[in-house]
């Protein structure tokens, strides 16, 4: 894989508390990477740490082969989209994409090329004309892209650029940045909390806490084979489903022993070195949208009777809450079928497509 930005061993501190210590992290040439994470995990100070916005207190940041650790913003050859769109109210469309590179002495038919170039791209040609306050949310944060656009770099930068949108403009703008990666095929790297954002953008997704990043892998890995109790509980909507209990055997025969249920872990494939040898605390962690209900869960090879507590319609779909094994339990299904609270209903999951975890360490098993 040809390299676009390498981080090596790198550390962020402020007095004595550590935000980042020893993060490594390799981006393929034309790779859309997410930082994804809850708030404080240290996904916007790697950002700013690749943008040159924050010092380092150790490592090297890498961008195209140059090692730019102590370079100024303006010559690492990156554009930055932040959160808050940080127009010039005072400018007009067309002044705002072209004001970075008016300062930078570039020629005139240059600039008029380029600023050409991206409004094209972004279908922002009507609006060249207004002034960001004659803008709604969507098309500022377009102008905000265009204007990282202009500069003509390799790589990317995104700092939650979607967070001040609604919802119906966020997934529009979303759909935009997609269509752009795969027309422009620059290295983006796009910080988010959220996650529908991280799986739907992504190449792959950096799962970040506590300036750790915990798994690196496809929006496909992170959700099937996420590697440790946190990843597992992060990605997901509603969270996994997580039960305590006693797991013994090896291999295909390993059973875990929950709350008045006993589950065989048949098919289940156990991580690299995760293979049970003897009895231990396991956390058994199923997604709601793995369990099926009613008739569809005779077949599955674990099936409880259970009473629907909640049910909550979204549209195409439905969740509900229950308990299994004594623990609040929450399962989605189609909209076709109709529960309500109260209802005694039976439903059924294979424990091949579970998580297992060590409840000592959270480490996937």
């Not at 916007?44 to 100024?72: F, H, M, P, R, Y």
């Not at 967070?163 to 752009?180: F, P, Q, T, Y």
Request: hydrophobic share 40%; glycine share 10%.
């Amino acid at each position: 894989m040809e390299l676009s930005v390498s981080i090596k061993d790198l550390s962020v501190a402020y007095g004595v508390v550590k935000v980042l210590e020893g993060l490594d992290l390799d981006i393929g040439k034309g790779e859309f990477i997410v930082l994804l994470g809850p708030s404080g995990c240290g996904k916007s100070t790697l950002l700013n740490c690749i943008a040159g916005l924050l010092d380092v207190s150790g490592g090297q940041v890498i961008i195209e082969g140059k090692n730019v650790t102590w370079e100024e913003p303006k010559d690492r050859g990156i554009g930055m989209v932040f959160q808050s769109y940080a127009l010039y109210p005072q400018m007009s469309v067309e002044r705002n994409l072209s004001f970075g590179l008016r300062v930078s002495g570039m020629k005139r038919d240059e600039i008029d090329k380029r600023v050409a170039r991206a409004a094209e791209i972004l279908q922002i040609e009507p609006l060249m004309a207004r002034k960001p306050a004659h803008l709604s949310g969507g098309q500022r944060q377009r102008v905000a892209i265009g204007r990282a656009l202009v500069r003509d770099v390799d790589v990317f930068l995104f700092d939650e650029p979607l967070s001040n949108l609604d919802a119906k403009l966020r997934s529009d703008l979303r759909v935009e940045i997609k269509r752009l990666h795969q027309r422009l095929k620059n290295t983006m790297i796009y910080v988010t909390h959220d996650q529908i954002e991280a799986m739907t953008l992504a190449d792959r997704i950096a799962v970040m806490k506590d300036g750790v990043i915990q798994q690196l892998d496809t929006p496909h890995g992170v959700y099937h084979r996420p590697v440790n109790h946190f990843v597992a509980g992060f990605i997901g909507s509603p969270t996994m489903n997580f039960m305590e209990g006693d797991l013994s055997g090896t291999g295909s025969d390993a059973v875990i022993q929950l709350e008045g249920l006993k589950v065989p872990m048949k098919g289940y494939e156990f991580a690299e070195g995760g293979a049970v040898a003897g009895a231990g605390k396991a956390i058994l962690g199923v997604r709601p949208e793995h369990v099926l209900v009613g008739k569809a869960a005779a077949n599955m090879p674990v099936t409880v009777e259970i009473e629907v507590e909640i049910v909550e319609p979204m549209g195409a779909d439905v969740v509900a809450w229950t308990q299994v094994a004594g623990k609040s339990f929450t399962f989605r299904t189609d909209s076709e079928i109709l529960l309500k609270p109260g209802d005694k209903v039976t439903i059924g999951f294979d424990p091949a497509r579970a998580s297992l975890f060590d409840q000592k360490t959270g480490h996937r098993l």
